[in-house]
């Protein structure tokens, strides 16, 4: 028989509770006495298993486009793209603490509420490990968060609790804001340069750009660091 042949329920069951048997019976020295005893050390024993964390690391970088034409631009037009990066990292933040920053309270922390923002220090690094211009900023979000006054937080108010992550986890990237991108709004009204009607796939490219610029600065290599 093969070896992910599927094993039926019956007999799933059955190894399932004579295994429960064998864990009860070494950690508490005796056979369970009912079956409910039984069920709630199996329902313990296959809970998902959480993992504290003390932060989170969250990467923006723009396009490829935009890090090399950052890099080989007039100094005006190199600080202006620096200037539109932090503005779009500022505005991605900006939306992930009025979308994703929530934490939990309740027994089973089955209740969800929203906190009074994120803790978070920035780095910006110019370069990819392999070496290639490559504009991006690490923002390490702190774990702890503070309970918003709201009335879903009532007394809870105030506390700090940590950060759920899962709304983090999940959020989109980028972040459906309804907002043009600031390095776009920076090309717009500081630069003089343009995003092209492009595909989807290069709708965040600054026209202008030729494809040899492109492959004069990218070599393959690790991700940026």
Known sequence: MPRDWPVPETERA???TALGREMFTAQYGRAPTDARELSGLLARASRQ???AVAGYDLTFTPVKSVSALWAVAPPQVAQAIERAHFQAVEQCLTWLEQNAAYTRLGRGAVRQVQTCGLIAAAFTHRDSR???PNLHTHVAVSNKVQVADT???GADAGRWLALDGRP???SPSPPPSGT???WKLCYATRSGWS????PASRANEPSGRSSGSMR???RPGPPAG
């Open 14 to 16: 059955a190894i399932r």
């Open 168 to 170: 983090l986890h999940n």
């Open 130 to 132: 392999a070496g290639d």
């Open 151 to 153: 009335a879903a937080a």
């Open 216 to 218: 004069g600065c990218s």
């Open 49 to 51: 298993q959480s993992t």
């Open 195 to 198: 995003s092209p009607n492009a």
């Open 180 to 182: 043009t991108p600031g």
